[in-house]
């Protein structure tokens, strides 16, 4: 399925800003099943530099400086994008979760861990082990999983902020994409299970005949878990309890929302200030 993406975020400012300075994850990774076929990021005023290169994890990166006293930044990214992931496989075929616990792969060691935004949580860790008894086959104990946390919690877009504490999640069922990934990835880490945070979209309107999606309007966000060196990662949607296929376009992925924030920056001045955020990923 080719895709084409749409993302607008617009700051309005109280009061003048003199400098800033923005980094941007607003470009889709080339992936195994997700190829770019066309991109671009305009920005209003026009920033005097522009630059890109890729993070730690291998995300693109856009780097701005703007020297343009201004009281509204705007950045229209677009894409179009190729995008169809293979299916898991069989769940019964992947091993059984305390195997890749007791002995992560080195290129997924890092997302067992605590990150600056999931701390260590044994309540998380709790209500996840529910979905792992002993010798269950890890996408098994995955699939029940985010059937859980799409039953268990109500999406309510207000509720929550960008750094909402899991146990604020936990205590009151409800919140947004983020907050299930987060719960999510708190829970399995803590089971010694590797799982990174991915950001990126879903399909803004539902297929004919098809259901709508949870978190279309903006950014989308999911858990993509490692199934053993035969089996690489899979993702997993708990806002949607979907397992990604054909619906997701890819931006990025890091340990946490801190890792990949679409667009976080430092300006001089400004004060008090709105956001809002747009996006349509639709059939191209």
């Known amino acids: 399925m080719n895709w084409r993406v ?3 975020t617009t700051y309005r400012y109280a009061e ?3 400098l800033a300075t923005h980094m941007l994850h607003l470009t889709p990774r080339a992936l195994p099943g997700q190829r770019m076929l066309a991109e671009e990021i305009r920005c209003t005023p026009t920033p005097a530099r522009m630059t890109r ?3 730690h994890f291998g995300n693109s990166v856009t780097w701005l400086f703007i020297d343009q006293p201004h009281r509204r930044f705007e950045v229209v990214a ?11 496989p069989p769940a019964a075929e992947t091993p059984p979760w305390e195997q890749l ?3 992560p792969a080195p290129d997924a060691v890092e997302f067992t861990f605590p990150s600056p935004m999931l701390p260590e949580n044994a309540a998380a860790r709790d209500y996840v082990r529910a ?3 002993p010798g269950r086959p890890v996408l098994a104990g995955l699939l029940d999983l985010n059937a859980r946390i799409r039953r268990d919690f109500t999406f309510q877009p207000g509720v929550t902020g960008v750094s909402t504490p899991v146990s604020q ?6 919140g947004v994409c983020q907050d299930f990934t987060h719960l999510m990835l708190n829970g399995l880490r803590g089971l010694g299970l590797a799982a990174r945070y991915v950001s990126g979209y879903i399909r803004t309107r539902p297929s004919p005949g098809g259901v709508a999606r949870q978190g279309a309007d903006q950014s989308h966000a999911w858990v993509s878990a490692w199934l053993g060196p035969a089996h690489g990662w899979v993702g997993l949607d708990p806002t949607n309890n979907l397992v990604v296929a054909g619906e997701h376009v890819v931006l990025g992925w890091g340990r946490d929302f801190s890792d990949i924030s679409p667009l976080r920056g430092i300006i001089l001045g400004g004060g008090r200030h709105r956001l809002d955020v747009g996006v ?5």
Do not use: N, W
């Open 16 to 18: 003048t800003v003199d």
């Open 101 to 103: 616990a007791a002995a």
């Open 131 to 133: 979905s792992f008894p």
């Open 53 to 55: 290169g890729l993070d």
């Open 280 to 284: 349509d990923l639709t059939p191209a």
């Open 78 to 88: 677009e894409a179009m994008v190729e995008a169809a992931f293979p299916p898991p």
């Open 169 to 174: 999640v936990l205590a009151q069922r409800a």
């Open 6 to 8: 749409r993302h607008v």
